[in-house]
């Protein structure tokens, strides 16, 4: 950041009147070869104003900055239609190494939010049905993005919008009424609640009096009669506890249990504004708020017998948020087969003149696959998520008791490798891409993959504890080439958490630790860190920043870091 400000301070004064402070920060990048220099700045966009060719210009540039002798800078470069600055390595290591040692792990902190609130929607499974990967994906994105708000400043709440309301609870009603064993439901709630689901709709393929029969019990859950609200509440206790053995596995917790059913109260102010606004048109006795000139399709509020919709929930839920919360920016971490909702979510609270919903914001991504296919709950056939990762930590289990049988903690650390792998696994590649689910990928500690990088940051600990000297801010001197490439990465973290932020996307933040994870085990490779020589402390120093950097990496995705491994 030091150096970057810097560096376009040095450029403002070339480019007066040309780029603004501002913009000549953004355009800085980091050259992609480490032999090409520390910070590039493409000089293409000034070529029309200028009337000469970016490399003329790169070369001008590098030319007027050189002859000033800066103090930071060893040199620059022109190098095609870049300037690119070479830093002063000794100083800027010491600088980073120090800054490290000293903020540790608040290193990379940011105010841009300046405690502004942001609400995020992650997580939000369905009562009565299995834990889904879509919902896995949505809880580990939404929580790395809590965390990565948090480190930028910024104040969070995260509401789990459980699916607990809709006409399916009527069908499951009368399913439990028809064939359901009270016994059977609380020995494996989801599996057998499932079943009762499924069973209805086969049932009422030959029998449709079926369908009225589980409109009328959801009447009557609507109506709050106490022997469907009974039923309803069991279901969902009984649903949580389940959800609540996944989430406790993933070390992830919420603000918020607050689900669809929350707002039942809240819909009818919602639709009374949106009928004084003018808003609402009748369809077929059903309520709808054109979007057309958006050129979207209409948007249900009710339907022609007056039930109200998941929409409906959602406009209310976002009302309440605001009320409440006051948010800068509401988050909603959702598939992307949900897009066309929340793009008409936003349109109607925008047609309402509530300014605030510009802040509403989808976070979509991508499906889990598995062998190239979509991981369905095949009927009857349900994959809980508890067992997968169950699975993978005993995987992890397995591996310690090979690799490092004596290992103290063992339970413990397989439960941070097993559930980190998941995590990982997830988050390396940007949202919006499919994945595809594969546990021996996951656990891979050769791959790019979370025990790759615990793995990395034990080995860090680890010569830290041999060491046993504590790490003070020290006179680095650098003795070679050796830890520059590690460097540079340090110092490339501030920048990748403002851009996670940004962009929604913890992927950069995972792609990151494992750079920095490969560039620390090159120069473990090449380096006897622990030699007795005048620069030993400064080797320790810069071990001890890669591993604060490490696990603040591994922390905002939501991944713990073993001492040991
Ligand atoms: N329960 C929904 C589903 O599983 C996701 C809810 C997302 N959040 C929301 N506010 N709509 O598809």
Redesign the pocket.
């Known amino acids: 950041m030091k150096y970057r400000k810097k560096y376009s301070g040095l450029l403002a004064q070339e480019l007066k009147g040309i780029l603004s402070d501002e913009n000549i920060e953004r355009l800085i990048e980091k050259p992609k070869f480490l032999k090409h220099g520390d910070l590039a700045f493409p000089c293409f966009q000034m070529a029309k104003a200028l009337r000469k060719s970016p490399v003329e210009i790169a070369k001008d540039i590098s030319q007027k900055l050189q002859s000033k002798n800066e103090s930071d800078f060893d040199r620059f470069e022109a190098i095609g239609g870049y300037v690119n600055a070479f830093l002063d390595k000794s100083k800027a290591a010491a600088y980073i190494l120090n800054e490290i040692t000293e903020k540790k792990n608040h290193y990379g902190d940011y105010n841009r939010g300046r405690q502004h609130t942001v609400t995020i929607?992650?997580s939000?499974?369905?009562i009565a049905?299995p834990f889904?990967m879509?919902?896995l994906r949505?809880t580990v994105i939404g929580n790395s993005l809590s965390l990565i708000y948090e480190k930028c400043g910024f104040k969070t709440f995260k509401?789990n919008?459980?699916?607990d309301w809709g006409t399916q609870f009527g069908k499951l009603i009368t399913a439990y009424k028809l064939w359901g064993s009270e016994q059977k439901v609380k020995e494996s709630p989801i599996k057998e609640l499932l079943a009762l689901y499924i069973k209805f709709h086969e049932a009422a393929e030959t029998n449709p009096e079926l369908e009225q029969e589980g409109r009328n019990w959801f009447r009557r859950l609507e109506n709050g009669d106490v022997e469907a609200l009974g039923l309803w509440k069991w279901f969902k206790e009984e649903s949580l506890k389940e959800f609540k053995k996944v989430y406790e596995l993933l070390g992830i917790e919420f603000d918020s249990y607050a689900?669809?059913a929350f707002y039942n109260d809240k819909m009818e102010p919602i639709v009374e504004m949106l009928r004084n606004k003018e808003l609402l048109d009748e369809s077929d006795g059903a309520l709808v708020v054109q979007l057309e000139d958006i050129g979207l399709p209409p948007c249900l509020i009710k339907k022609s017998d007056g039930a109200t919709l998941?929409a409906t929930?959602?406009l209310a839920?976002?009302k309440y948020r605001y009320d409440q919360h006051s948010f800068i920016t509401s988050l909603?971490?959702?598939?992307n087969e949900?897009s066309l909702?929340?793009k008409q979510?936003k349109a109607v609270l925008a047609k309402m003149d509530f300014e605030w919903a510009d802040g509403i914001i989808h976070v979509p991504f991508g499906m889990m696959l598995k062998d190239g296919k979509k991981m369905s709950t095949r009927k009857g056939k349900v994959v809980l998520l508890e067992d997968v990762l169950k699975d993978s930590i005993e995987l992890a289990k397995k591996n310690i008791e090979e690799k490092n049988p004596l290992l103290p903690n063992q339970q413990e650390t397989a439960a941070m490798v097993g559930t980190g792998a998941i995590i990982f696994h997830d988050l390396k590649n940007f949202r919006m891409n499919d994945i595809d689910f594969s546990l021996e990928e996951m656990l891979r500690v050769e791959g790019e993959s979370a025990p790759y990088v615990q793995y990395t940051n034990a080995r860090a600990k680890t010569i830290l504890r041999k060491a046993a000297s504590p790490v003070t801010g020290v006179e680095i001197k650098l003795e070679g080439a050796a830890e520059w490439p590690v460097v540079t990465e340090l110092m490339d973290f501030p920048e990748t958490v403002i851009r996670a932020c940004h962009n929604n996307d913890p992927s950069q933040i995972a792609k990151y630790v494992l750079n920095l994870a490969q560039a620390f085990n090159r120069y473990y490779g090449e380096v006897r860190i622990l030699k007795e020589n005048e620069e030993k402390d400064a080797r320790l120093a810069l071990v001890n920043a890669v591993s604060i950097v490490l696990e603040e990496g591994l922390r905002l995705l939501g991944i713990k870091a073993p001492e040991e491994m």
């Open positions: 929607d992650l939000s499974p369905n049905k889904s879509g919902h949505s509401i919008h459980l699916g689900g669809e998941y929930r959602d839920a976002a909603y971490v959702v598939g949900q909702h929340f979510l």
